[in-house]
């Protein structure tokens, strides 16, 4: 997923503060589970309506991305078990890490009590599930 290094993701050097890493992440995420056709939206919307927190996050900072950077977000879904969904991703500036994270999400009914992940999800994600 493509994402661009704007004035406001930079502190005062020029160099992309480091929480926005967080966000960029978030953002591939999101978009990754559009591209497989589902949406948060979708997924409050149904019948037994779920949502995902994260769970755990280790980021590892490669390289600075700048300011008008033209990056892309990986995401890589390593495992399903239950309601714990393992996520690899990077990002990448052409093809050089600028940074990796570690992701452990979980699936959560509104409540939020753990629970599997809807019907469909998986199948959804499984063309990108680590092999």
Same mark, same amino acid.
């Given at each position: 997923?493509?994402?661009?290094?704007? #004035?406001?993701?930079?502190?005062?050097?020029?160099?992309? #503060?480091?929480?926005? #890493?967080?966000? #960029?992440?978030?953002?591939?995420?999101? %978009?990754?589970?559009?591209?497989? !056709?589902?949406?948060?939206? %979708? /997924?409050?919307?149904? %019948?037994?309506?779920?949502?995902?927190?994260?769970?755990?996050?280790?980021? %590892?900072?490669?390289?600075?991305?700048?300011?008008? @950077?033209?990056?892309?977000?990986?995401?890589?879904? @390593?495992?399903? &078990? !239950?309601?714990?969904?393992?996520?690899?991703? $990077?990002?990448?500036?052409?093809?050089? /890490?600028?940074?990796?994270?570690?992701?452990?999400?979980?699936?959560?009914?509104?409540? !939020?009590?753990?629970? $599997?992940?809807?019907?469909? +999800?998986?199948?959804?994600?499984?063309?990108? +599930?680590? &092999?």
């Amino acid at each position: 997923m493509p994402v661009r290094v704007y #004035y406001e993701d930079t502190d005062f050097t020029g160099v992309v #503060y480091h929480a926005n #890493y967080v966000r #960029y992440f978030e953002r591939g995420r999101s %978009d990754f589970l559009r591209v497989a !056709g589902v949406s948060h939206t %979708d /997924l409050l919307e149904r %019948d037994d309506p779920a949502a995902f927190v994260v769970t755990r996050l280790a980021i %590892d900072f490669r390289q600075p991305a700048r300011i008008d @950077d033209a990056l892309e977000v990986r995401t890589t879904y @390593d495992t399903v &078990k !239950g309601p714990r969904l393992m996520i690899s991703q $990077k990002i990448l500036r052409a093809e050089t /890490l600028i940074a990796q994270a570690a992701v452990e999400a979980a699936c959560i009914s509104l409540s !939020g009590r753990p629970r $599997k992940p809807p019907a469909g +999800l998986v199948e959804a994600i499984s063309p990108w +599930l680590a &092999k």
